[in-house]
Antibody, heavy 120, light 110 residues
Framework: QVQLVESGGGVVQPGRSLRLSCAAS????????MHWVRQAPGKGLEWVTF????????YYADSVRGRFTISRDNSKNTLYLDMNSLRPEDTAVFYC?????????????WGQGTLVTVSS | QSALTQSASMSGSPGQSITISCTGT?????????VSWYQQHPGKAPKLMIY???DRPSGVSIRFSGSKSGNTASLTISGLQAEDEADYYC??????????FGGGTKLTVL
């Protein structure tokens, strides 16, 4: 079965950086586009960023553009999110999700999430 | 990109049917058939329930169905069961090459 395991979350001071990872198994990772979606404590879901299967297309939410960078290593079945200039409002559980290679746009499988807390 | 509009909460009795609405614009819901719905139980990751407006992933109960009219999408749950009590989120692809979620609807099964 598809398994996505996020890691790298933790407590970080405002203005600092953090890298999240998402290890994928049970699927042909190199054929799946991927997303990061976040959820602030007690709040709703917010789409963060997308990367195509071949890394040629990357899109970002306005709230993170210029500060966050998505990347992937298909040889390691791993997705990354580099987060710079972190703000308190970035505090959230970050989920990695797959996007089916079928041509549709959706969030098929989700990891369990990793909590990022930005606080001094 | 503004969030899609959902009612904050809804409730229904076991066995009843309930419809959750999600309103967007011609730039998202009205422009594409890439509307999806997610169920989230407390402390758990979201789960895909409906994609491409009205398609169900394998393993999702046929009690869940989706539709769209203009800029509004809907999720209908028939034969409500206690296990359906959860938060539900809609999502759509947008004309900016981004994705947007609704604010979420908390469904209570009385």
């Amino acid at each position: 079965q598809v398994q996505l395991v996020e890691s790298g979350g933790g407590v970080v001071q405002p203005g600092r950086s953090l890298r999240l990872s998402c290890a994928a198994s049970g699927l042909t990772f190199s054929l799946n586009s991927m997303h990061w979606v976040r959820q602030a404590p007690g709040k709703g879901l917010e789409w963060v960023t997308f990367i195509s299967d071949d890394s040629k297309r990357k899109y970002y939410a306005d709230s993170v553009r210029g500060r966050f960078t998505i990347s992937r290593d298909n040889s390691k079945n791993t997705l990354y999110l580099d987060m710079n200039s972190l703000r308190p409002e970035d505090t959230a559980v970050f989920y990695c999700t797959t996007n089916s290679p079928s041509g549709s746009y959706r969030f098929d499988y989700w990891g369990q999430g990793t909590l990022v807390t930005v606080s001094s | 990109q503004s969030a899609l509009t959902q009612s904050a909460s809804m409730s229904g009795s076991p066995g009843q049917s309930i419809t959750i609405s999600c309103t967007g614009t011609s730039s998202d819901i009205g422009g594409y058939n890439y509307v999806s719905w997610y169920q989230q139980h407390p402390g758990k990751a979201p789960k895909l329930m409906i994609y491409d407006v009205g398609d169900r992933p394998s393993g999702v109960s046929i009690r869940f169905s989706g539709s769209k009219s203009g800029n509004t999408a809907s999720l209908t749950i028939s034969g409500l069961q206690a296990e359906d009590e959860a938060d539900y989120y809609c999502s759509s692809y947008t004309n900016r090459g981004t994705w947007v979620f609704g604010g979420g609807t908390k469904l209570t099964v009385l």
